[in-house]
């Protein structure tokens, strides 16, 4: 089965600093990938995705995550940061066989101060 | 777009009774639905697997009687924590997909408090 890690819980950054968010998987398989964002209180919203093709993906909002397959990793980045990018910020994989079974990391709580 | 809807959004029960939420898929038929539960600064942990017109499949350790699940319709799936107690307390929160193997669409959540 698959898993991931994120490698950082809280990611404390100033506004307009740049960001960026580690996640880290594991998988005999081939993979797909996701980051996905959670404001208080609410679902998930999906940034972005990797499923094939360009290892750079961008995705809403100013994200984009690069998917490396030598070092199993796909970490979200931002060149500058708002202060509405204060979330819980989730990376999440699944196997290209059975999409439906999505691993969670941990989250990231990134926090953007003023 | 792909928007999921569940309700309600909050709900606080007394211990021993039984609540249901709802996950409509409301612009798309949603041949999957799936169900989660996330504890206070924590990460989602799949509860279970919904098929349209079959019995639900569920992960490891969830209790089948416990958490009942029906998806009765392409819109429509429901979880109902039966006798609930206060350690049933926390975040549900459903997704669907409109075909086996695409991407996963989440509703906003459900805040269950057991007093």
């Known amino acids: 089965a698959q898993s991931v890690t994120q490698l950082d819980s809280q990611v404390p950054v100033f506004e307009e600093a740049p960001v960026e968010l580690r996640c880290n998987y594991s998988?005999?398989?081939?993979?797909?990938l996701f980051w996905y964002v959670q404001y208080p209180n609410q679902g998930l919203q999906l940034l972005l995705k990797?499923?094939?093709?360009?290892?750079l993906v961008k995705g809403i909002n100013g994200f984009e995550a690069e998917f490396n397959k030598s070092q199993t990793s796909f970490h979200l980045r931002k060149p500058s940061v708002h202060i509405s990018d204060t979330a819980e910020y989730f990376c999440?994989?699944?196997?290209?066989?059975?999409?439906?079974?999505?691993?969670f990391g941990a989250g990231t709580r990134l926090t953007v101060k003023p | 777009g792909a928007v999921v809807s569940q309700h309600p959004s909050r709900v606080i029960c007394k211990s021993g009774t039984s609540v249901k939420i709802e996950c409509r898929s409301l612009?798309?038929?949603?041949?999957?639905m799936f169900w989660y539960r996330q504890f206070p600064k924590q990460s989602l942990m799949l509860m279970a697997t919904?098929?349209?017109?079959?019995?639900?499949?569920?992960e490891q350790g969830v209790e089948k009687d416990k958490f009942l699940i029906n998806h009765a319709s392409l819109t429509l799936s429901t979880l109902t924590v039966t006798s609930a107690h206060p350690e049933d307390s926390s975040f549900y929160i459903c997704?669907?997909?409109?075909?086996?193997?695409?991407?996963?669409?989440f509703g906003p959540g459900t805040r269950l408090l057991v007093l």
């Open positions: 998988s005999s398989v081939s993979v797909y």
């Open positions: 919904s098929n349209e017109g079959s019995k639900a499949t569920y």
């Open positions: 997704s669907a997909v409109k075909r086996v193997q695409e991407t996963q669409y």
């Open positions: 990797y499923l094939s093709g360009s290892t």
């Open positions: 612009d798309f038929q949603a041949t999957t």
């Open positions: 999440a994989v699944s196997d290209v066989y059975n999409n439906n079974d999505m691993r």
